[in-house]
C-alpha cells in the first residue's frame, strides 16, 4: 500500500467508526456511499457459498484501503466482517473520485495499487486451482513467508483457500505428527514443514 495513497485519502476522510470484533460494516448489496480506511485493527471482505461456507476476498489491516473496486461500482458485492477491534475512517465516494480526477499522482498511485492488488489475486486464483487440501496449505504457507496467523485465526486462512476449517485443521494435524516422527535436534521445524508439504504452484 502506497503511504501516498493512503494519507492522501485520510486527508479527505470525514467520519471515523469504530467496529467490535465481529461486527458488520457493509453487506453486499447496500450501496456504496463511502471508501473505508482500515484505522486499526483488521476486516475481510467475505462472500457467502451456497453450502454455507464463507470466502474470504480481502484481508485488509491497518493503514489499508477496504474494497478498492467499490470506487468503479454502485453496489458493494460482498460483505465487510470486523477480524478483530477495529476502526475505520470514511471518505464520502464522490469526494473520492473527484480527488482522482484532479490529482494525477494520486490516480497514479492508485493503479499501481490496484495493480498489485491483481497480482496477489492471479497467485490466490492458482492457489484455488489447486485439488488437495494439503497443496493448498503448502501454496498459502509459501505465499506468506510460511508462517501461519495466531491460532485464532487459522479459520479465516481456511477460508482464504476455499477448504472447511476441519480439513484444514486434520492437514495441520497431519504435518505435525509428521514432523514429530522426523524430529531431529539439529533440524528446524520449519525445514520438517516444507519436506512433508506438497509441491507448491509458481508464483505468478
Known sequence: MS??????????????????????????????????????????????????????????GSASILAEASLFADRYHCDALATEESTVRAVPITKAKAALESDRALASSLLRHLAGEVHQTRTRTEILSLKSVAARVSAWMACNGG??????????????????????????????????????????????????????????
Not at 453486499?28 to 457459498?49: N, Y
Request: some cysteine; glycine content about 4%.
Open 3 to 60: 503511504e501516498l495513497l493512503f494519507e492522501r485519502f485520510l486527508e479527505l476522510a470525514e467520519r471515523e467508526q469504530s467496529l467490535p470484533a465481529g461486527s458488520v460494516l457493509f453487506r453486499m448489496d447496500d450501496p456504496v456511499l463511502s471508501l473505508f480506511l482500515v484505522t486499526a485493527g483488521e476486516l475481510r471482505l467475505v462472500r457467502a457459498l451456497p453450502d454455507g461456507f464463507q470466502l474470504t476476498l480481502q484481508r485488509a
Open 147 to 204: 508462517v501461519l496467523p495466531p491460532k485464532g485465526r487459522w479459520h479465516h486462512v481456511a477460508s482464504e483457500i476455499a477448504v472447511t476449517p476441519e480439513a484444514f485443521y486434520r492437514e495441520l494435524a497431519r504435518r505435525r505428527r509428521c514432523a514429530a516422527g522426523m524430529m531431529h535436534p539439529h533440524m528446524p521445524p520449519d525445514i520438517i514443514w516444507y519436506f512433508f508439504a506438497p509441491p507448491i504452484p509458481r508464483p505468478i
